[in-house]
């Protein structure tokens, strides 16, 4: 029996956390309580009533008895709770006292917090535990300690809130300092509430609502955050995000903590794999011990038999280390992900270096299985390797990473690590140690389970848009603008007649039947499918796959991912929303890089309204996912910040371009970067662009040639329902536009 104890007031979080990481694990068949040490403000009924107002079910609880199981383990969501337990232990009663002797002196799960550093090794030295386990959310306890955790909400046992709307704003005011940062915005939200507790010191001007509030998520409009000071876990505005709900991040204080991480990782599914492992580890299932010993090659450690499979561990163990503690440049993706671009070429990933290998002339299982692959995967679990082959293919990441701290492949390591399908419990970070463990061994790529990502361009580049920063051998459009209407700048697109042999090169039809059997063929391994244009939803042949997988019964298995520019659901008798109740998930990400005229103008033909509708189309489905995704630009960073308070609700994720260069946007003249980069600085997601900004222009920036490219293709919309003009949509360019043409 695992008991998760909670000694907290019945609306904190810590009680909410608790209760759904137990729903879960009972759903998982792991007999788990959870056990509440009452307040001394609040009773069993109190906590009772909390619960079964916020899920569908209340069951598992126990409250302030003796029933503990001998040699069961505790869980406790935050080390307040151990060390509150010993700060205020003359409040609780003797069988209180008891009960909390008992959860804390046998094995503990501790979800690693720094309330009160000096007092919690007192808790610990008092309580007397067997053994703790911690478990620590390390991107807002950089300096914590155990394996990465992340707490995350239970939405699957939650009652549909009533609509029944009180206020437009709500604030969190539950202690003093929170409610002082309250009372410094609340002037300009007249229609609000703030949820506090009764004996606070409150100014009764203020519309102050006593915490726990029935149906609480239904009774205002938008959440707004200001919390100053460090915040470990925030529950409200993920829950306000999962509703729809307008959320304002009213915060000064750009601390990298909970309030911070929450915000910018979006809506996750729960991971309860930590906790899983942990409770394995004082089964003996992994002992420590044992593995410990196992690294110095005993063959058995006290009265444990020898354990299973003790090979595999080591390495495993080995490659953990390397990975956790940055020993190697690691890059999760060539460890579960084939990719080819718009040609058929394999690379590494969209960032990565094109091969000479075809999907043409060799299947994804030897392009994975390959010495390219092969070789890069050796590279990355190796902290004696001199990464020659990374440094050939990878220059996109490393570049990133110098310039601004932030690229693919770090987000791929962050959002793998933390990524688990709440159906199967199946976790992707686990299969990709379990395939770098694998190349540590020297053994080849092994195609097992549902291990598998693809990402495939070799549709075609059929697109209905012209986006001004995308290279023409992506988009069908860009290819007919440039080479046929002779919408071209030298200056910023380069060598004319190169390029158009590439984007021809491009527009044939490929021979994709194959590859669609191929894909097929290894359906029962494929977790993601990735299709990518041009525009995808416009591309026949990938319906007919989709059709393929469906007949084959993999589809509901599957995972489809679409990058799209959100204007069109249709080619032909095909249309998306017919496919999408067939797949597992169906993860949207959406293209776009500003609001309104702004998107508009930098995705010409493109058109906001119609976005706004299919993406809203798009959320009426269950089972899909949508993100947002965004080019940073020289003339999309002018405004992109604006997208968080109109599109705030969805994930947003970005990129600088780098080609062509004369595009990127620390061209931008100074006195325009200067203004921009505070409104940066306060969007946690959007904060890198800040130091992206802080960087000098590029060396050979020319802005009449690129100036001139974009009014020159104005000019070939004249008279068109595209027609647009540069200076009227960002007037705020026309100064310097003017200061360059009276240079000399």
Not at 38 to 56: L, P, W
Not at 567 to 585: E, M, R, W
Not at 586 to 605: A, C, K, P
Request: aromatic share 12%; with cysteine.
């Amino acid at each position: 029996m695992l008991n998760i104890v909670c000694t907290s007031k019945p609306a904190d979080g810590l009680l909410f956390y608790s209760y759904e990481y137990c729903s879960h694990l009972n759903e998982k068949g792991i007999q788990a309580q959870v056990y509440v040490v009452t307040h001394r403000d609040f009773t069993s009924g109190d906590y009772t009533d909390a619960i079964t107002d916020k899920y569908i079910h209340c069951q598992n609880v126990v409250f302030n008895n003796e029933f503990i199981f001998d040699n069961s383990t505790t869980l406790i969501m935050g080390r307040s709770m151990l060390t509150l337990a010993h700060m205020t232990w003359n409040d609780y009663s003797d069988m209180q006292k008891a009960s909390l002797k008992k959860l804390f002196s046998e094995n503990v799960i501790s979800v690693y917090s720094e309330n009160h550093p000096k007092k919690y090794p007192k808790a610990v030295k008092f309580f007397k535990p067997k053994r703790i386990i911690d478990l620590c959310d390390t991107d807002v306890y950089p300096n914590g300690v155990g394996e990465h955790f992340e707490k995350i909400i239970y939405f699957p046992i939650y009652k549909t809130p009533k609509e029944d709307i009180q206020f437009d704003h709500l604030f969190l005011g539950t202690n003093s300092e929170y409610y002082k940062t309250v009372q410094k915005v609340i002037g300009d939200y007249p229609d609000h509430g703030i949820l506090t507790y009764p004996k606070m010191d409150i100014d009764p001007a203020n519309n102050n609502i006593n915490s726990p509030v029935p149906n609480l998520l239904g009774k205002f409009k938008t959440y707004v955050y200001t919390k100053d000071t460090f915040d470990p876990a925030p529950r409200l505005f993920q829950e306000a995000r999962w509703l729809g709900k307008e959320i304002i991040y009213h915060r000064t204080n750009p601390v990298q903590d909970g309030g911070y991480w929450y915000w910018k990782r979006g809506l996750k599914n729960q991971d309860i794999g930590p906790i899983i492992t942990a409770l394995d580890t004082f089964d003996g299932k992994i002992a420590i011990d044992t593995e410990l010993a196992s690294l110095n090659h005993r063959e058995q450690i006290g009265n444990l038999p020898q354990a299973e499979g003790v090979n595999y561990f080591v390495h495993k163990s080995y490659t953990k280390e390397i990975i956790d503690n940055n020993k190697a440049w690691f890059c999760s993706i060539p460890f579960l992900m084939a990719f080819t671009d718009e040609e058929g070429n394999y690379a590494q990933c969209n960032f990565g270096q094109r091969s000479n290998r075809t999907v043409f002339n060799t299947s994804i299982k030897d392009w994975m299985q390959g010495e390219v692959m092969e070789n890069l995967r050796s590279e990355m679990v190796d902290p004696d390797s001199k990464f020659k082959l990374v440094n050939k293919i990878c220059t996109k990441c490393l570049d990133d990473e110098k310039d601004i701290s932030r690229s693919r492949r770090m987000i791929a390591n962050k959002n793998y690590r933390n990524f688990s399908d709440g159906e199967h419990n199946f976790k992707i970070w686990d299969n990709i140690m379990d395939s770098a463990t694998r190349t540590v061994q020297n053994k080849p790529y092994e195609f097992k389970d549902r291990t598998l990502e693809i990402q495939v361009k070799s549709f075609g580049i059929e697109c209905n848009l012209d986006c001004h920063m995308c290279h023409h051998f992506s988009s069908s459009i860009r290819t007919k603008m440039a080479f046929d209407e002779g919408v071209w700048n030298t200056v910023v697109w380069g060598n004319k007649k190169k390029k158009e042999k590439i984007s021809k090169r491009a527009m044939k039809k490929k021979p994709v039947d194959d590859v669609n059997k191929e894909i097929v063929k290894l359906a029962p391994h494929i977790n993601y499918l990735k299709i990518i244009g041009g525009e995808p939803l416009v591309m026949k042949k990938h319906y007919e796959l989709l059709d393929m997988l469906i007949e084959s019964g993999d589809a509901e298995h599957i995972q489809i991912k679409y990058q799209t520019n959100g204007t069109v659901t249709k080619a032909g008798k095909h249309n998306i929303f017919n496919y999408i109740p067939k797949f597992k998930n169906v993860l949207i990400t959406v293209s776009v890089d500003g609001v309104g005229r702004y998107n508009d103008y930098i995705r010409r033909r493109s058109d906001w309204k119609t976005i706004v509708k299919n993406i809203h189309e798009f959320s009426k489905y269950k089972n899909v996912q949508i993100e947002l995704n965004s080019v940073v630009t020289f003339f999309s960073v002018l405004h992109l910040y604006e997208m968080q308070s109109f599109l705030g609700q969805y994930p947003h994720n970005w990129w600088r371009i780098d080609h062509p260069s004369q595009m990127k946007a620390n061209n931008l003249p100074k006195e325009i970067k200067d203004k921009l980069i505070p409104r940066y600085e306060r969007i946690p997601h959007l904060r890198e662009i800040a130091d992206l900004l802080r960087m000098p222009p590029e060396k050979n920036f020319k802005p009449k040639e690129l100036y001139k490219y974009c009014i020159d293709m104005d000019e070939s919309y004249l008279g068109t329902k595209w027609e647009m003009d540069l200076m009227k949509v960002f007037p705020e360019l026309k100064p310097h536009y003017d200061s360059v043409h009276q240079e000399k």
